[in-house]
């Protein structure tokens, strides 16, 4: 599903991932696992399409979507959502704008768009908040809108930069297993950015450890 070949980055002279080898299966839970400034973040971001790498490819399905210094294919046509770690919701939007936003890029008509809302609110188990302003939702409830802002697209790719960091350790472990269970139910391909190793654990059937901008551990599970 996803291939990268010797890919590096560098930042302001700063090598921030060195010659990373790295492949993804359709429809699996990958977890990567490394402290803050270990440039596990930085490789989501390339993935997304966000920056380019300065050396290196990246292949999502059949087709070279980054090599050195470009970006070929833009981060809306690559098929992939991404949850952020501050959830990056739109305070001036309800939670059904929040979540029709994508689907309104993409020129989903209207009908459509509202069918789909609701549809992903009830997923996530947000039936009737469709109405409600973000800012009056618990940490626990932005983060299901976060949710069913990324699957609503129906990506093949779902990126998750430590989604769950904010919350406290039993939201924490509750939503966990929400995420597995979405995963499962719709099949897309998880790449998961945690410190947590506990947490990497509970959600992934693989791991890669990243330090220094290296792999230097790979276990499956």
Known sequence: MIKIRNLSFMYENRTILNKIDLSVKANERLVLLGSSGSGKSTLLKLIAGFIAPDSGDIVIGSKV???????????????????????????????????AFGLKMHKVPPKERA????????????????????????????QRVALARALVLSPKVVLMDEPLSSLDEALNIRLRQEIITLQEKLGFTLVYVTHNREEGQQIAQRIVEIQNGRIVERSVF
């Open 65 to 99: 979507v980054s090599k050195e210094g470009s970006v070929i294919v833009p981060p809306h046509r690559r098929a992939i959502s991404m949850v952020f770690q501050d959830l990056a919701l739109w305070p001036h939007m309800n939670v059904g704008e929040n979540i």
């Open 115 to 142: 069918e789909k809302v609701k549809a992903f609110l009830a997923l996530v188990g947000l039936p009737a908040y469709e109405k409600k302003k973000t800012e009056a939702l618990s940490g626990g409830e932005q």
